[in-house]
């Protein structure tokens, strides 16, 4: 699963290197799903909001969650990102594509964003889960 940073954490990168502004980064990561993409601009995306879904609070630190970059400006997760098991059809049944990152719970900055490489419904009884590895954030 692909995905890159939105507008609002670019400028936060650019800010930071070039001396503008200092930047603490956040120190919970929240994943969100979606049925619709969400934009660079950070703005978009379908959540569902029924059957206990939340988005995923995770700390975000390189052991808990990232890989170091290598190069190429990618990095990955080094753990699984496990949401709570779906009490009803999350969207009604409608394939969930899409996920981003936000720096809070509800609302917030949408930091980065990208597409599921299958998209597939969350159905009632079912944890949705994006494995080790299989979500990449890349600057482009």
Do not use: Q
């Not at 290197?17 to 703005?43: I, K, R, V």
């Not at 009632?124 to 299989?134: E, K, Q, S």
């Amino acid at each position: 699963m692909a995905g890159s940073l939105t507008n609002y954490w670019e400028d936060k990168i650019i800010n930071l290197f070039f001396g503008s502004t200092a930047h603490t980064p956040a120190a919970t990561m929240y994943f969100a799903l979606s049925s619709t993409d969400f934009t660079e601009a950070g703005t978009g995306g379908t959540e569902p909001s029924t059957g206990s879904y939340a988005r995923k609070d995770i700390a975000n630190t390189k052991a808990a969650l990232w890989t170091t970059c290598s190069g190429g400006g990618a990095i990955e997760n080094n753990a699984a990102i496990t949401f709570v098991t779906a009490t009803a059809d999350w969207l009604a049944g409608v394939n969930i594509g899409y996920w981003a990152i936000f720096d809070a719970l509800t609302a917030g900055n949408c930091l980065a964003y990208g597409s599921m490489t299958t998209a597939k419904p969350v159905l009632n009884g079912d944890t949705a889960t994006i494995a080790i590895g299989d979500l990449d954030i890349t600057i482009t």
